[in-house]
Every structure is written in C-alpha cells, then in structure tokens.
C-alpha cells in the first residue's frame, strides 16, 4: 500500500513529461491529479493497516563495502503522519493547479514536475536508510528548482530558481557529509543508526544534518532563497511552502531525535537560530509590499518556531505544528492565488484592496481570514493548539526565559503583519474592473483546506492531551487551557489592533518611507551581504582564473607542447641519413660502451 504512494506519482510524472502534449491537457491533469489522489488512499489504508514491523525491504540497492544499503520504508507514527500531511494537501494543490494552469501551454512540464516532486518528497519521508533519504531530499531539491523557474522567458525566475538550487546544493552536501560519515562507521539504515546510536564523530554526523536542515527548512543564514522562490507559480508556492519541501527539515531533526540527543549542547544552538529566524522573518513580512512574499517570509517564521520546540525537545510538538501549518499555510497562499488570479496577475497589495465587496471573491475573502486568523493563533482555529503547545514547552525549559519572550514578541508581530495583509487586500475604497472568477476546483481545495484549519486542532487533541501526541508516542505536555488561551490572546489581540489604527482608519496609499522599513522589505540587505561576502570574491576568483589560467592551460600551454614536439622531431630527423654504414656506426659504438661498462662493473 505505502509503496503506491511513491510509485504512482514517479510512473505519472514521468509519463507526463514524455507524452502530456501528446495525450492533451485534460487526460495529463487527470492522470496527475489521479496519481497523487491515489497516493493519499494508500497513506490512508497504511494508517489503517500498518504493517507490523516498521522496517519494510524491497531490494538490495547499493553495496558500499562496510555498509550495505536496501530499498525500502521505515513505516511508524511519524513517517505515516507526514505521509499523510504530504499526500493530502499536495492532492488539494493539484486539484487548485487544474483550474489555476488551465490557459497553460506548458501544462505537461508542469504536471509532471508536479508530480516529480511529490514523489520525491514521498521518498524522503517513507527512506528507511539515509542514503536513500538523501535521494530523496536531492529530487525535491531538483523538482522545486524546475518549478521555481517554470516560467524560463522571466529573467528573476531564472535567478531566484538559480540561488533555490545553489544553497539547497550545499545543504545536500552537509547530508552527504554525514551519509558517508555513517556509511564509514559501518551502516546507514535506520534499524542500526537510530535504535542504536553511537557516539562516534556523533558531532561531524549531527552539524552534516543541522546544515542540510537549516538549508532545506530556509533558516537563517541560509534562508535567503525562500522568499525569491515566489517567482513560480502560487500552486508551486503553495506545494513548497506548506507540506512538503520547507518542511522536510523539521522532519529530518524529528527522524534524528536520538542522534541529537548524544550533542545535548546542540539544543540550546537550535532553539537560538529557530528564534533569530522566526523573528528576523516576521520583522520583514511586515514590511512586504507582494501579498506572497508576506507568506514566504510567515512560513519561515512559522518554521523558526518548530525548530524552537525541536530545541527545547518538544518534536512532537513540532511535528504538530507542521500538521496544522500545512493546512492553514496552504490556505492562505491559494486564496492569494485565487486574489492574483482574479486581479490579472496584480501581486501589489498597495494595488488591491475594496474586494471585501466583491462577490466574485466572497470565498477567498473567507478563507483568507480563517487562514490568518490561525496563523496568528486565535481559538479555536488549528494554529492555536499547535503554537501553544510549543509556547509551552519553552516556557518549561528551564534555561529559555529570553526565547519564550522572544516567541511571544514574534507572535504580536505574526498578528500584526497577518491583520496588515487583510486590511489592504480586503478594505479599503478601491475599485477594480472585471475580475477572473475563481474555478469551481479552485474552490473546491480552499473549501476543504478551510475546514481542517477550523477543525484539526479540536480533532487532533487540546493542550495538554494531543492525540497526535499520543500517536507519535510523545510525552504529552501538560498545559493549563485557561492560561494558553490569555497568551494568545494577549499577543494576537495587540498585533491585530495595532494593524488596524495603522492602516485601516487612515489607509496609506504606498509603503512607509521610512529606511528601517526600506531595509526589513529588502530582507535586512542580507541578500547583500552574501554577494559582497561570498558571491562576489568568489565571481572575482572566476574571473582571474578564466581569464589567466584558463588562457594558459587551453591555448598557451598546448601551443608549446606542439612547438616543442614539432621541433625535437626536427632535431632528431637530422640524425636520420639513411646510409647503413652510420647506422652500423652508431650499433658499434653503444655495443662498445656497454661492454665497457660491463668490464668496469666486473672489475669493481
């Protein structure tokens, strides 16, 4: 059943890519949409009928000398949770992509790579090994490249798909790096690594995944791709931001528990980072002007806050989270879709406003505001339940008094940057012309992604008693309803009010001037920083080398190889007179000196 889920999304992209053209758009849409639909039936059954040992073998892959490596699936709690979260809502995104790509020319390239991704990220999850989870985790790094830049004739597609490609590119190498660590202690399989840790380079093996985490996860410093990655199309956005890739190293720190628990200092350096991002992100999404860049920036604050609950040790938690982000977060970036799609391509939130008014958008007005809302943690919405379960681990973890503070300031300016969103998107005196009508798929998948933000938390457990919880065999954690409640409430409440005096009663008709707010909508210029630090010297370095050495080595030095042959030939053409009588010359002379020489040596 579980292997359905990999296969059927692999065989369907691939046979998109070689024949969609050929078999038209509705029998390609079909055939992708069906694949993944029916890789979300087979995570459901393996819920149902999960298989006894968790260790599932197909084959035999690699033979590495010291460490063999199977095929095969690692099914348990958390690997069928995440299949679950993968399948489902990628199945939604596909549906939304039918209705959204329907005037594509270019629909095979996109369904198949659609599907390409899924079926990568299905890897990655299901991997009972790490070296077939580092497959997988290059393959939805190789996928999100292609759709980043799928429309090719944009130059900053190109680009922002170029910089997506390159840091995911060094992540994959600190995943090697512990792959072949592992591979070299004797084993990668999951059974042998994880049940049975050792404590041998532990260290080397732990940085190699914290750097593929913090890459794939967009953490800072390596978060800068993130935000450029809106230069796809927002279905893409959506699929990459909500359930699948981003979220893919939250997952590897949740898999690794045992690995990270042998660095305990380790922990502390987690929740420090998960906090520098989730504020550093929420700080620029409040100065954003494109409507998806405020939700780039959300998913990487919303991601700092499960590596927090990572950190501190609470991965239930933080898969928990995960769960309802996927949700609430693919919410919000297809409304936004269904927002730009009516608005003839218009991104600007400046540009918007006044569609509250409009009964063409009445279903992504009210998704948009339930999506908020749970972004920002109000009751009983599914983002409240998870963010205060991680709220309270920290505020349990003894030597985190600055990062619960922390948490709960980033949490006033989620509020804040969320109620800014709306209001200018939705309020406001402006008037539009015709606007595009969401397609009935299109309302379809916001409808249903509506509802498991309203519901999951309540489905999934209270504070306290999670019933993901208990299904993940994590401790529960115990929280107090009544006092989680007041904190979201006194971190929501504020940030919303706050956004409402300040562009609501007097709407600005552009972004503040102000250069602190210049620079947070530029991302604090650490877009900069990188190219002068590092992109910079090392485009200097190419220059100097391509323009001596490779001078040198492709024209110079072959140059004088082939004088200097074509003059010994010369030299020694010379030598060649053809009488026999020097060539006898010449036989009797080395004749005499090797006897000579022979002599000497007997001699002696």
């Keep these: 059943m579980f292997w359905a889920a990999l296969f059927l999304p692999l065989l369907g992209g691939l046979f998109i890519l070689s024949y969609g053209q050929r078999l038209g758009r509705k029998l390609s849409v079909s055939l992708a949409c069906g694949t993944v639909g029916a890789a979300f039936v087979s995570a459901l059954l393996t819920f149902f009928f999960p298989p006894s040992e968790p260790d599932q073998v197909l084959f035999r892959w690699l033979d590495l000398g010291a460490a063999r490596v199977d095929f095969g699936a690692w099914i348990d709690p958390l690997s069928i949770t995440m299949l679950l979260t993968v399948t489902g809502v990628a199945y939604l995104i596909h549906l939304y992509s039918a209705g959204y790509m329907a005037e594509e020319p270019e629909f095979a390239r996109f369904f198949g790579y659609l599907n390409l991704f899924v079926a990568a990220m299905v890897m990655l999850v299901l991997a009972n090994n790490f070296a077939l989870l580092l497959l997988g985790w290059a393959g939805v790094g190789f996928a999100s490249c292609m759709l980043i830049g799928f429309y090719a004739h944009k130059q900053s597609a190109l680009i922002a798909a170029r910089k997506a490609f390159v840091i995911n590119t060094f992540g994959d190498l600190g995943l090697m790096l512990a792959v072949f660590v592992l591979a070299n202690q004797g084993s990668v399989a999951f059974r042998d690594v994880l049940q049975a840790p050792s404590d041998e380079l532990a260290i080397v093996v732990v940085v190699g995944l ?35 890739m981003v979220t893919a190293g939250v997952y590897l720190l949740a898999r690794c528990e045992p690995l990270l628990r042998l660095v305990a200092e380790m922990g502390s350096l987690i929740a420090a980072l998960g906090l520098l991002s989730a504020a550093l992100a929420a700080s620029c999404a409040l100065a954003q002007t494109d409507l998806k860049r405020v939700l780039a920036y959300s998913t990487m604050s919303q991601l700092g806050y499960m590596f927090m609950a990572c950190g501190v040790g609470a991965y239930g938690a933080a898969i928990f989270h995960l769960v309802t982000h996927a949700f609430f977060k693919a919410l919000l970036f297809l409304c936004a879709g269904s927002i730009i799609h009516a608005l003839h391509g218009e991104q600007d939130m400046f540009k918007m406003g006044g569609l509250a008014r409009r009964s063409e958008l009445a279903g992504p007005r009210w998704g948009f505001l339930i999506g908020g809302l749970a972004l920002a943690g109000l009751p009983p919405l599914a983002g409240y339940f998870s963010k205060e379960e991680i709220l309270t681990a920290i505020e349990q973890n003894a030597m985190t008094d600055s990062l619960f503070l922390g948490a709960l300031l980033t949490a006033a300016l989620t509020a804040f940057y969320v109620g800014r969103a709306y209001i200018l998107v939705f309020w406001g005196p402006a008037e539009h012309g015709e606007l595009h009508r969401p397609t009935a798929l299109m309302s379809l998948a916001c409808w249903v992604l509506a509802l498991l933000t309203a519901g999951a938390g309540l489905v999934l457990g209270f504070p306290g008693s999670p019933a993901l919880g208990a299904y993940l065999r994590t401790a529960p954690i115990p929280t107090h309803l009544g006092t ?52 910079a010297p090392m485009q200097m370095m190419g220059r100097l080398l391509g323009g001596r050495l490779e001078d040198v080595a492709s024209h110079r030095l072959p140059e004088q190889v082939g004088q200097t042959a074509v003059r010994s030939g010369q030299e020694l053409g010379l030598s060649q007179s053809g009488l026999l009588r020097t060539y006898a010359l010449v036989l009797l002379t080395a004749l005499l000196g090797v006897m000579t020489y022979l002599l000497w040596q007997v001699r002696a």
Excluded: N
């Design 210 to 244: 914290l750097v593929a985490a913090y890459a794939k996860s967009a953490q800072f410093p390596l978060h800068t791709w993130l935000p450029d990655a809106m230069e796809g199309p927002t279905p893409v956005s959506a699929l990459i931001h909500a359930a699948t």
């Design 484 to 535: 989680g409640l007041l904190i979201s409430l006194g971190t929501a409440i504020p940030g919303m009010l706050l956004a409402y005096f300040m562009f609501a009663r007097t709407r600005p008709q552009g972004p503040s001037s102000a250069a602190v707010f210049r620079l947070a909508e530029k991302g604090w210029a650490l877009d900069e920083v990188q190219r002068l630090a590092i992109i």
